[in-house]
């Protein structure tokens, strides 16, 4: 049988990157799966690959009224969701004098806010057991220059993991989090760079890996089926670090 048989399962950010790759190895392992994203025509061709079966819900992830109005849908169309991937980010990196309070907010509402009261949108279309894994951060881990207010954010997120999993445990709800180490992904040419910055970045975040290259989000996608899968249900309120060892070695 399938890993995930069975299974409902919501992933945030799911048009490209990471948050594809593990709607493509959901739906592999039997999920009935529902993505979101901002960009329509993103997710046009993410409905294209995934599948008829896949729903893909135009949402922004930092609008809290959008939560709610997520949550109310997938409650006409699903009788349960026994799986949630928080994978919408902004991972907006930028000097600490070249932050303002409107960018800020924005990141802050998108990676942290966003993902705490989707949840508690949540809370009565999830099954028991079921199983909320929030995306972190190695960047919560090490002193990244430029990514402080990213890495704060994560380094939120990651607490919710914890303190959601004490408080929800008896409902059956377990939250951890899965936090990727540098990872080859859309993202990295959204940071504003020209391209030869961005080469020159790159090639600096693969001499801070300890494997000697960055991860892919098929390696990411498989750990995230592991968290959604039965096999992890004794795993309650941690991190998974999928990093290559930048923050252990």
């Not at 000097?95 to 009565?124: A, C, V, Y």
């Amino acid at each position: 049988m399938k890993r995930l048989h069975e299974k409902f399962a919501l992933i945030t950010g799911g048009t490209s990157g990471i948050g594809l790759e593990v709607a493509r190895q959901f739906c592999a392992e039997g999920a009935t799966v529902a993505i979101t994203g901002r960009d329509e025509k993103a997710l046009k061709l993410a409905k294209a690959e995934l599948g008829g079966t896949t729903l893909v819900l135009c949402s922004d992830a930092g609008d809290i009224d959008a939560q709610r109005d997520l949550a109310q849908l997938l409650v006409s169309q699903w009788p349960r969701i026994d799986v949630v991937y928080v994978n919408a980010g902004d991972v907006n990196h930028r000097s600490l004098q070249d932050w303002d309070e409107t960018t800020w907010d924005r990141l802050m509402s998108i990676n942290l806010k966003g993902p705490f009261f989707l949840i508690q949108s949540l809370l009565p279309l999830l099954a028991s057991p079921s199983s909320v894994i929030l995306c972190g951060s190695v960047s919560a881990h090490i002193g990244l220059p430029q990514s402080s207010a990213y890495a704060a954010s994560k380094a939120g997120l990651l607490s919710l993991a914890r303190t959601l999993s004490g408080e929800l445990v008896s409902r059956g709800i377990r939250v951890n989090g899965l936090s990727p180490g540098p990872t080859e992904t859309p993202a990295m040419g959204k940071l504003g760079l020209c391209p030869e910055q961005q080469r020159m970045m790159q090639d600096d975040i693969r001499k801070l890996v300890p494997v000697g290259r960055m991860g892919t989000p098929w390696e990411l996608a498989k750990a995230a089926v592991f968290l959604a899968s039965d096999e992890s249900r004794f795993v309650v309120g941690t991190e998974l670090l999928v990093d290559g060892g930048v923050s252990g070695l």
